[in-house]
């Protein structure tokens, strides 16, 4: 039997892409520079953030890389959410709203500070938070706005702020995805009141894990570095980072500049070469949006405009994709509202204050009766991500991208057979 070189993967024919012959960027990567900055640490026998100056260094570094007045460097992402929203003020039973589409860490860090999490949904297009629904949620209850630069793309922050003005409510960014980031020319993470960096493995500037906290007010700060280390006058925790992350974080932040550039092309040509594609919706720049983060670029599928005939589902869509050669991801499967923790409040959550010291603020919060349209549909049926490693790649690479996604279009009928 001859296989055309048109065939569908799927369906028995060669693959765009061979990956053996042709592997895929991986990440993270550790060059030599990073293995001997984490050596000389190690040799130095200063292993802490006391004993060592590794940690003051990063955070000078990224008060240079944000132009944030202070930083403080913490041990997660997490940490970082859980510190900022505390030393912005939030308290037991303060409702924070953030979008429901989202890693649960965002909603979980409202649940440790006692505060209760109220989700709203997104503008699908950018797959960011809906500034008009955060709007409809506030109440006199509402402490912080906590928007999410999901993929790293930059929220419309305007808007954001100019509600928080209104209803005099503290804006705290979770930038865990958007380092290199840029709203309006400022680094994302700076422009609310305080922001949440993570340095986990995967993040673009990877440190194993890690994460800080960035804001521009001086008693946030404070407070936020009394809670970063346990102390005599308040009660803080124990987030300090070590010393040898802090040299690995130093070290990437070198190559930090070229491999966002070239995340930032070929997101670029992705952008321009998937969109002609019908049904292929890259994630929308909007002005404001001076620099994309990239640490995934973000594409709706949509089924009844890619398919001629019979919708294709996502997840054919996806199985084809793959056996293209190529890598790429469902975003986040399931709205937060709808994972357990949140679905079965009343029983999983019965440890935690708000629920557990029965705060008011939780009697109106069913979490099984929120139906948030736009997040639902894109986790049940559009979220594709094509994740930050992918775009570390050549343009030849970016072609493969292309030329699969377009060979799956125009081959579509022969996916009925796989439905
Ligand atoms: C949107 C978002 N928020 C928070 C976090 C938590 O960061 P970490 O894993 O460093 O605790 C992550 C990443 O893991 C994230 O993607």
């Given at each position: 039997m001859s296989v055309s070189v048109d065939q569908l993967a799927i369906a028995g024919g060669s693959p765009v892409r061979d990956t053996k012959a042709r592997p895929w960027p991986t990440w993270p990567i550790a060059t030599e520079d990073d293995i001997a900055a984490v050596a000389d640490v190690l040799r130095s026998g200063k292993w802490n953030r006391w004993r060592s100056d590794r940690v003051t260094e990063l955070e000078a570094a990224l008060k240079d890389f944000t132009g944030a007045a202070h930083v403080v460097a913490l041990a997660s992402g997490t940490a970082g959410l859980e510190v900022a929203l505390k030393a912005a003020?939030?308290?037991?039973g303060d409702e924070v709203i953030l979008p429901a589409y989202t890693y649960v860490a965002t909603a979980t860090a409202v649940l440790q500070v006692g505060g209760v999490p109220v989700f709203a949904d997104i503008i699908p297009e950018t797959e960011n938070v809906d500034p008009a629904s955060m709007e409809a949620l506030i109440t006199e209850r509402t402490r912080a706005l906590l928007p999410v630069h999901v993929s790293g793309l930059p929220c419309d922050l305007a808007a954001i702020k100019a509600l928080a003005a209104r209803h005099n409510l503290r804006v705290i960014e979770d930038t865990a995805q958007g380092i290199g980031g840029k709203w309006h020319g400022q680094r994302l993470g700076t422009i609310g009141d305080a922001g949440a960096y993570s340095f986990q493995a995967?993040?673009?500037?990877?440190?194993g894990e890690g994460g800080a906290v960035v804001t521009s007010n001086p008693k946030i700060a404070e407070t936020a570095f009394k809670l970063m280390h346990i102390n005599n006058e308040a009660l803080g925790w124990n987030y300090r980072l070590t010393a040898m992350t802090a040299a690995l974080i130093l070290s990437q932040l070198e190559r930090f500049p070229e491999r966002q550039a070239r995340r930032q092309a070929n997101a670029a040509f992705l952008r321009d070469a998937l969109g002609e594609i019908p049904g292929i919706k890259p994630t929308r720049v909007d002005p404001f949006v001076t620099a994309d983060g990239l640490h995934g670029l973000g594409v709706r599928f949509i089924g009844a405009e890619f398919s001629t005939g019979e919708p294709v589902s996502r997840e054919t869509f996806l199985k084809a994709l793959h056996a293209e050669g190529i890598p790429c991801s469902l975003g986040y499967g399931d709205p937060v509202h709808k994972l357990p923790l949140f679905q079965e409040a009343a029983t999983?959550?019965?440890?935690?204050?708000p629920v557990a010291c029965n705060h008011?603020?939780?009697?109106?919060?069913?979490y099984a009766e929120l139906h948030l349209p736009n997040v639902e549909r894109l986790c049940a049926e559009e979220a594709l991500r094509f994740n930050q490693p992918l775009l570390l790649g050549t343009r030849e690479d970016m072609q493969d991208i292309v030329d699969a996604v377009g060979k799956i279009h125009a081959n579509q009928e022969a996916l009925a057979a796989v439905d």
């Open positions: 003020g939030v308290r037991p995967s993040k673009n500037l990877p440190g999983r959550m019965r440890d935690h204050c008011p603020a939780m009697e109106d919060m069913d």
